[in-house]
Structure formats: C-alpha cells, structure tokens
C-alpha cells in the first residue's frame, strides 16, 4: 500500500527549484556579508573619558609633586636608618611633645 499526499489537505505543492533556492541563498549571504563589512568599514568616534578630583585630592598631588622637588640630604637620612636598625637611635620624649605641640598650634591657628 502506497502513502500519498498525507497532511497536503488536497493542495497540491509545486515541487521546489533547487536552483532558484540555491541563488536565493547566495543572494542572501552576499547580503550578510555587506551588512557586516559596512559596520566594520564604520568609524565610530573615540570615547572621552574625564575625570574630575576632589579639591583635596588636587592639594594633595600639589604637596607630592613639592615633597619630590625637595632636596634631600641623603648623607643625613643614611645615619639615621644605621642608628634606628642598630637601635641606637634614641628619641627625647619632652623635645617631641614640644615639637608635636608647636606643629599643630601652627596648623590650627593659620585655618582660623
């Protein structure tokens, strides 16, 4: 027993052109492809980025760029790293107090 035209509901299909499919199929890809070469052939402007500081964190990189043009005395800095390590470095508690204190005298009263 032979099986005819089963779920066509009586219509009849025209049989397909596989060459007219296959063109269509061509055309389309070739389609494809110029859609993808055109983005890739379109310049998009660069991004600016930017980036705004705190008023603080401007004085504070004005205080490093000062502290890296500061002389130093590189003779005096390599006796005191000999003498901390070799725990001979001795501070005077009294003269550091009164170091302490006249720093921040002077930081507090020049803001008033």
């Known amino acids: 027993m032979a099986i005819n035209n089963v779920?066509?509901?009586?219509?009849?299909?025209?049989?397909?052109?596989?060459?007219?499919?296959?063109?269509?199929?061509?055309?389309?890809?070739?389609?494809?492809q110029q859609q993808a070469a055109a983005k890739s052939q379109?310049?998009?402007?660069?991004?600016?980025d930017s980036v705004s500081l705190t008023?603080?964190?401007?004085?504070?990189?004005?205080?490093?760029?000062?502290?890296?043009?500061?002389?130093v005395d590189q003779e005096k800095v390599d006796k005191l790293k000999k003498a901390v390590e070799s725990g001979s470095y001795r501070v005077d508690?009294?003269?550091l107090a009164r170091k302490i204190a006249q720093l921040e005298t002077q930081v507090f009263s020049s803001k008033s």
């Open 55 to 71: 008023q603080s964190a401007q004085q504070l990189s004005q205080v490093q760029k000062k502290s890296a043009e500061a002389p």
């Open 7 to 32: 779920n066509n509901n009586g219509v009849n299909k025209t049989p397909l052109d596989n060459n007219k499919v296959g063109s269509q199929q061509n055309q389309n890809q070739t389609a494809v």
């Open 93 to 95: 508690p009294e003269s």
């Open 42 to 48: 379109t310049v998009t402007a660069p991004r600016q």
